[in-house]
């Protein structure tokens, strides 16, 4: 038993000695190792959450419920324009049978319509309140309809500038950034792809003239397959573990399939939150990385480990990436702006001015949001404003202050129609005419303020308990109540202008 107990200990002491080996093996040339994790930072990138880019569209909501009050709101003969068709409607409505630009016409038309066939429902309206008419009529309801009608307007023109200025970013956040990704990392969609075919990489003669960013290594997988490739000179896994398959030599065809070890080993980096920071901050970190080395009297700058003939060729223990075309030191020509390290940049600046955009979305939905909900407050609260007291009709004063001429019918048939106290009767011409000194006078510009004062006097003096028809007590006195009703409506007028903002 205890000869059996040593044997198992012996067989796990030789298995884990055998595994430290194997895992200290897999690490020994491990010399790109910290190269190749950056690479997988900018490989994570393409599984980033896009979503929230891709609606470009803010909500209208907020403006259909508002063009239903302004219709609610709006002067009968208006809406009489917008009739509720029974059976099929005509191609062209009434509306615009006149109008040069019709289909532009149609859809205004359209939008009115529903706003009319909304505004008949009470259930569709703040306080469930449809307005009569002589409700509509007041000074209240017009300025509550005008007030209704600019904060559509300054909805609309919300909505307008960002469909113009920020919409187009957002429209094209696919393109510009999340298909770009793809294009620098793998080459083509990474979309339905495994591990062995996402990489498009076809190598060139041999390892120099691959490895270059114009060549194989124009991608971020190409440049992670010149990095840590095995081909069989350069014969050991220097960028860690299980990085290389089968040895493979660099002979103008597709590398794709010895890149799935490495495909699966950057499947371990965390996947980032997607901003335009992060991607900056990598594109500035990968330039860190960079190192240079005098090669035949020439700058070579490089990622990696570099050969001791001081390029990017095949070798024991070294690999590398030749970067020599983003230097300005040591080129004659403008660099290429398709190069994956200056378009990475770019899609920075793509990624941000989309992150604007999206931001520019949000506050436009607030501000809709927000002027809904104050013209509904402006809407439900015309249902608690008292209606101004009809004036009684004095036959008797309206006589008076009518002209003298007023009573004369001319011409007259007889002298019985032509009241002789005041009038002079014409036998020949059957005319009736005021006397001299009895002619008709204009009323004067002091009338309408005479008016408004008498107002005030029919309910200045009374008591609280005798305070009624048309007066209404206000504080310690009695006031005409029309003219409360003006007061208490323009401070709500003002209040709420002081709110919104055109």
């Known amino acids: 038993m205890e000869q059996k107990c040593a044997a198992t200990k012996l067989v796990l002491a030789i298995y884990l000695a055998l595994s430290a080996q194997i895992k200290a093996d897999d690490h020994t040339n491990a010399v790109n190792l910290a190269d190749l994790s950056f690479l997988c930072k900018i490989i994570a990138l393409t599984k980033a959450q896009t979503t929230d880019f891709y609606n470009a569209d803010s909500d209208s909501a907020p403006i259909a419920k508002l063009q239903l009050l302004n219709m609610s709101l709006s002067d009968p003969s208006w809406k009489a324009q917008f009739p509720k ?77 960002y469909d113009r200025q920020n919409k187009p970013t957002l429209q ?36 120099q003239s691959s490895c270059k960013l114009s060549k194989m290594a124009k991608t971020v997988c190409g440049t992670a397959i010149c990095l840590c490739h095995n081909d069989g000179t350069q014969n050991a896994n220097i960028c860690g573990g ?17 890149y799935d070890k490495i495909h699966e080993k950057c499947g371990l980096t965390p996947v980032p939150n997607l901003t335009s920071g992060y991607i900056a901050a990598l594109a500035t970190g990968l330039l860190s990385k960079l190192k240079t080395k005098e090669a035949n009297l020439a700058a070579k700058v490089y990622l990696g480990t570099i050969t001791s003939s001081n390029d990017c060729s095949s070798e024991a223990n070294k690999g590398c990436v030749d970067f020599t075309e983003i230097s300005e030191g040591n080129g004659d020509a403008p660099i290429s702006a398709e190069l994956w390290p200056t378009k990475l940049l770019e899609i920075a600046s793509n990624l941000r001015k989309a992150e604007q955009a999206l931001t520019a979305k949000h506050e436009t939905q607030t501000t809709l949001s927000t002027l809904q909900k104050q013209a509904e407050h402006l809407y439900e609260h015309l249902q608690h404003t008292p209606l101004p007291p009809e004036q009684a009709k004095d036959h008797t004063s309206q006589k008076t202050q ?12 007889t002298v019985d129609q032509c009241p002789s106290a005041s009038r002079i009767y014409n036998i020949t011409t059957k005319e009736c005419k005021p006397k001299a000194g009895e002619e008709s006078t204009a009323a004067g510009p002091g009338d309408a303020a005479a008016g408004e004062n008498m107002k005030e006097e029919k309910c200045r003096g009374k008591k609280k308990n005798e305070c009624k028809d048309g007066c209404k007590w206000e504080g310690k006195e009695c006031k005409d109540s029309s003219i409360l009703v003006n ?11 002081s709110l919104v903002a055109f």
């Open 85 to 161: 068709i029974q059976g099929n409607k005509p191609d062209t409505p009434d509306y615009c049978k006149g109008s040069n630009e019709k289909k532009a016409c149609k859809g205004q038309y359209a939008t009115r319509e529903a706003a009319a066939r909304g505004a008949e429902e009470p259930m569709n309206l703040p306080g469930k309140v449809v307005y009569p008419d002589k409700t509509l009529a007041t000074e209240a309801g017009q300025a509550t309809h005008l007030l209704v009608k600019a904060t559509l307007a300054a909805a609309i023109s919300k909505k307008d500038t």
């Open 242 to 258: 299980a990085t290389s398959t089968t040895p493979t030599a660099f002979r103008t065809t597709s590398m794709a399939a010895v």
């Open 487 to 497: 007061k208490q409506f323009s401070l709500m007028v003002y209040a709420f202008v």
């Open 172 to 207: 094209n956040f696919k393109t510009n950034v999340k298909d770009a990704l793809d294009n620098i990392v793998y080459g083509q969609s990474a979309a339905g792809q495994t591990a062995a075919t996402i990489c498009k990489a076809t190598a060139e003669a041999d390892r």
């Open 402 to 413: 009518g002209t003298t001429a007023d009573d004369c019918k001319s011409p007259a048939e």
